[in-house]
């Protein structure tokens, strides 16, 4: 079992920056691809950033990309997203989590652990 916790969420005007952090307990993150996906109100779950194992490999949806960084510390069991430039649209419920499978996948499927959510909300 892992358990992950969320932190660092909050409300940000329009091109501000927030760094979501998560952090792990139960076993060591080493194993697991990570992600973070968002949701919105009304609208499907979607990942915004995924990290593989070692962190040799990364993925951002297209709306992010060039604005959000994610990165891992396998030694403190943490997995990070630094936001900047951060737009209405990104509000949302951001939430980690952690893949034990082959690969790094963009559906949330195949996610078996997950945080309880950090509230994301950008003002115009």
């Known amino acids: 079992q892992v358990q992950l916790v969320e932190s660092g969420g909050g409300l940000v005007q329009a091109g501000g920056s927030l760094r979501l952090s998560c952090a792990a307990s139960g076993r060591a993150l080493s194993a697991y691809s990570l992600a973070w996906f968002r949701q919105a109100p009304g609208k499907e779950r979607e990942i915004a950033a995924g990290?593989?194992?070692?962190?040799?490999?990364?993925y951002y949806t297209d709306v992010v990309k060039g604005r959000f960084t994610i990165s891992r510390d396998n030694a403190k069991n943490m997995v990070y997203l630094q936001m900047n430039s951060l737009k209405p649209a990104d509000t949302a419920v951001y939430f980690c989590?952690?893949?034990?499978?082959?690969?790094?996948?963009?559906?949330?499927?195949?996610?078996?652990?997950w945080g309880q959510g950090t509230q994301v909300t950008v003002s115009s």
């Open positions: 989590a952690a893949n034990g499978g082959v690969g790094l996948n963009t559906s949330p499927v195949p996610y078996e652990y």
């Open positions: 990290i593989s194992w070692n962190g040799g490999r990364t």
